[in-house]
């Protein structure tokens, strides 16, 4: 068995509808999928999905950390701090060029964001 790389990276959400403007305005588009269970958007070929959460919001911190590419990290993380999200890792450099950082969406979820020029899709 080997895997074959990111396919989908679902948050938890106690909105959806709040969540479903909030991630359509990041993204820049409307979802592919949107029922009341599963709001889903499809980003260059990968899932972001969004569904309910209905209990009390968790803390993430120690949960999944996933990086969604972009190619200016700075500007992105600026850009969604003036959104409603919250600073969780401030944009770096990790080494080889390759630049780093993640918010909390306003749900708590962490949101990474990273630019590899070294990264090309087989």
Same mark, same amino acid.
Request: charged share 25%; no cysteine; glycine share 32%.
């Given at each position: 068995?080997?895997?074959k *790389?990111?396919?989908t990276c679902i948050y938890k959400?106690?909105?959806i509808e709040k969540a479903k403007a909030w991630y359509s305005e990041v993204l820049?588009?409307?979802p592919y999928f949107d029922e009341p269970f599963y709001v889903g958007y499809n980003v260059a070929g990968y899932e972001l999905g969004l569904i309910p959460?209905? *209990?009390?919001p968790a803390t993430h911190e120690g949960g999944v950390h996933t990086y969604w590419a972009v190619e200016d990290v700075e500007g992105m993380f600026q850009r969604l701090l003036g959104m409603g999200a919250s600073a969780y890792e401030a944009p770096n450099e990790v080494?080889?060029?390759i630049v780093v950082g993640m918010v909390k969406d306003p749900w708590g979820n962490l949101f990474g964001m990273i630019y590899n020029p070294h990264f090309s899709l087989a």
């Open positions: 068995m080997e895997f *790389g990111l396919r959400v106690n909105d820049g588009f409307a959460d209905e *209990g009390n080494g080889g060029g």
